[in-house]
């Protein structure tokens, strides 16, 4: 540490390193809390998404009309009228 000249000038100095110091704890604390945060709202949408689509996928593939190749469309399209 510096051999401050001014005692009040060293005092200063160290209550600016403590602020800084809680401030830093207090931002990584918000941090972690808004990633914990996030992360449990990720999971509950992203579940509740799962759930819905695979029900539309089952609900649309189980169609006698949908029985064949995945991915295939056996419509009639006509390309001239």
């Given amino acids: ?9 060293r005092n ?3 209550d600016n390193r403590k602020c800084e110091k809680a401030r830093n704890i207090k931002e990584k604390r918000t941090i972690e809390m808004f990633n914990t945060v996030s992360k449990q709202l990720v999971a509950l949408r992203s579940s509740a998404s799962d759930n819905r689509l695979l029900r539309l996928y089952q609900k649309v593939y189980k169609t006698p009309e949908n029985q064949g190749f995945p991915g295939f469309s056996y419509t009639k399209t006509y390309l001239y009228s």
Avoid: Q
Wanted: cysteine-free; aromatic content about 24%; proline content about 0%.
């Fill in 12 to 14: 200063r100095t160290t």
């Fill in 1 to 9: 540490m510096k051999n401050y000249r001014f005692l009040w000038l």
